[in-house]
């Protein structure tokens, strides 16, 4: 088992930053990949961005490219989400979720993932 717990949300202005933490534990942070995904109200859960787990290799949706970035430390066992330049439309509640791997792929699919936070919200205001 593995128990996350996400930090960080709030309320932002358009254009301002937030930087997400999720703490993991319960078993070697190397041997989990992380991801996080956002869930809009009455939208479906989509992918935000996902990193190895022994963080060489990521990647990060199109619609937050060049904002977001993903990122990992091994000795706190913390995955974060930098997010800047934040627009209204990336106002959603925010997961972070974890899998068991043991190579350097990363996942896109809500469906890969075994075990999740209890989510962030994060709303921009116009």
Known sequence: QVQLVESGGGLVQAG???RLSCAASGRMFSDISMGWFRQAPGKERE???AISRLGGNTHTADS???RFTI???SAKSTVYLQMNSL???DTAVYYCAARFA???TVRITTTAYSFWGQGTQVTVSS
Request: charged content about 30%; hydrophobic content about 35%.
């Open 47 to 49: 992918f935000v961005a």
């Open 16 to 18: 301002g930053s937030l």
């Open 87 to 89: 627009q209204p439309d």
């Open 102 to 104: 043991f190579d350097s």
């Open 64 to 66: 937050v490219k060049g």
């Open 71 to 73: 990122s990992r430390d």
